[in-house]
């Protein structure tokens, strides 16, 4: 290996890529952009987006080429690196009160124990990091390649209850890292994992009041319960949240959202779908979620489905071929999903079948026996609760049609498995049903209840990869 400590072996070419252009193929090892030897994902991410560039290539028989490339500013090369970071992961140094890993079941595969905290996991996929195992030169690092946003996973300002909740004694001094990253102008976003009589109450109204004078830098803060699972033994002792509390906890956020907004444009503190879902209140307006800025943790995601359906019903019931629609539309549909999205996913079946006379839908709602009924998102629903709880109703007589529609999100990424490693094929097996993932946007909703053929089209892995990939040249 020599002088490169990590060798960045390329596993994907894109079609006409650069790439692809300079004949670079997979096997083939990146080892230098512009004379600079590639640490990891970070390095390759900032030298590459020069309008002129040279990339030191190694060949499969050890042969070097020098490739000099001029491109437009930030065009990628078109390659995927057999290792995403391009260096080993971090795994994470906390052993937080609230961790869901640690309340996982014994005897699942070995990579749902894996704890990470890595910083380019941030960038890359939006995780929520703690900068626990982070160093002063990682966070100078991410200041001199302005890389944002960085999503950071806060719980407390308070420095003894930040040690306390991640059970590390260095969690309050790294809180330090965000003065650093407000002054280096770095956009962030902020998570409060709320811990009933833990980090709520007074605690939280510090929180937010010391997280707001990083505004605007630090452009969002999300609240979200605490997950409780029923494998909690010898773990600290959490409670969950009442309606009345969640109800407290929105109101809390709400009565602080119009100022931040007057003065920066922006709502700041926002409540995660689980609150309003848990005092039985209206989701906030789309308005309120600017730009829904943290979707992928569970803010604003029902609000954006809500408009999504809504726009798409109302686009299908509008146009030419509406009539010969409902009279095509004969069959029964089987839907599943957990106890968080039920209400609403529910209230659309009512809404297709008012539209379509002849469509029958049965939208059922899995009860999370697996991790226990406290857990209620559909991505934690299992393969063997969903059989078990659908045979049951097929085994009391109730006609559930040939297709059971599911979120695709109950689906491990890119691969037709459960999180307990049922698959999708053992599931079709045991209720003589086909199985269609379906994306979780509104419109895919009503388009794989009326357009079966076609969704089934849609959730092709390569069918939506190479799509993708297509659309993104075009723009």
Request: aromatic share 10%; proline share 3%.
């Amino acid at each position: 290996m020599g002088k490169y400590n990590n060798e960045h072996v390329i596993r994907t070419v894109y079609p006409d890529s650069i790439a692809e252009e300079m004949e670079i193929r997979p096997g083939d090892v990146l080892l230098e952009i512009n004379g600079r030897i590639i640490e990891d994902v970070f390095d390759y991410r900032y030298l590459v987006k020069d309008e002129y560039i040279e990339v030191l290539i190694r060949k499969p028989d050890g042969e070097e080429w020098l490739l000099e490339i001029d491109k437009d500013y930030d065009d990628d090369l078109g390659v995927e690196f057999e290792n995403e970071l391009m260096s080993e992961y971090r795994s994470c140094s906390n052993k937080c009160m609230f961790c869901f890993i640690d309340q996982m079941p014994p005897g699942m595969r070995e990579t749902l124990y894996f704890k990470d905290d890595d910083s380019r996991l941030s960038f890359l996929q939006g995780n929520y990091i703690t900068l626990t195992n982070m160093k002063e030169n990682d966070i100078e690092r991410i200041i001199h390649m302005q890389l944002a946003p960085i999503n950071i996973s806060v719980q407390s300002t308070n420095p003894e209850l930040r040690c306390k909740m991640l059970h590390n004694r260095f969690a309050g001094e790294k809180l330090k890292f965000i003065d650093m990253l407000y002054e280096g102008h770095v956009e962030m976003n902020g998570q409060v994992v709320l811990c009933k009589n833990v980090n709520d109450g007074a605690e939280l109204e510090r929180t937010i009041k010391d997280l707001s004078a990083y505004l605007p830098f630090m452009r969002s803060v999300s609240l979200v319960p605490a997950g409780v699972t029923k494998y909690r033994d010898g773990l600290f002792p959490l409670e969950m949240f009442t309606k009345e509390e969640a109800g407290a906890v929105i109101d809390m956020i709400e009565s602080r959202q119009q100022g931040f907004y007057d003065e920066f444009g922006l709502h700041f503190i926002h409540a995660s779908d689980e609150w309003y879902i848990l005092a039985g209140r209206e989701f906030p307006e789309e308005e309120r979620y600017d730009g829904y800025i943290q979707l992928e943790n569970g803010v604003g995601m029902m609000r954006l489905f809500i408009n999504e359906f809504e726009d798409a019903l109302k686009e299908v019931t509008g146009s030419l071929d509406h009539e010969q629609l409902k009279a095509e539309t004969d069959r029964v549909v089987t839907i599943a999903t957990g106890k968080l999205a039920y209400p609403v996913v529910s209230g659309f079946a009512q809404r297709m079948t008012e539209a379509f006379p002849k469509l029958k839908i049965h939208v059922f709602c899995i009860r999370n026996d697996f991790f226990g009924e406290t857990i209620t998102v559909s991505g934690l629903v299992t393969g063997q609760d969903l059989i078990r709880q659908l045979k049951e109703k097929q085994d009391q007589g109730e006609k559930l049609g040939d297709v059971l529609h599911i979120p695709s999100n109950m689906l491990r990424m890119g691969e037709q498995v459960f999180l307990d490693d049922i698959t999708v094929e053992d599931v079709e097996k045991a209720l003589h049903m086909k199985v269609r993932p379906v994306d979780s946007g509104g419109r895919e909703f009503v388009d794989a209840i009326l357009y079966p053929e076609y969704n089934m089209d849609r959730n092709n892995e390569n069918f939506v990869y190479i799509k993708a990939y297509d659309d993104s040249k075009k723009q």
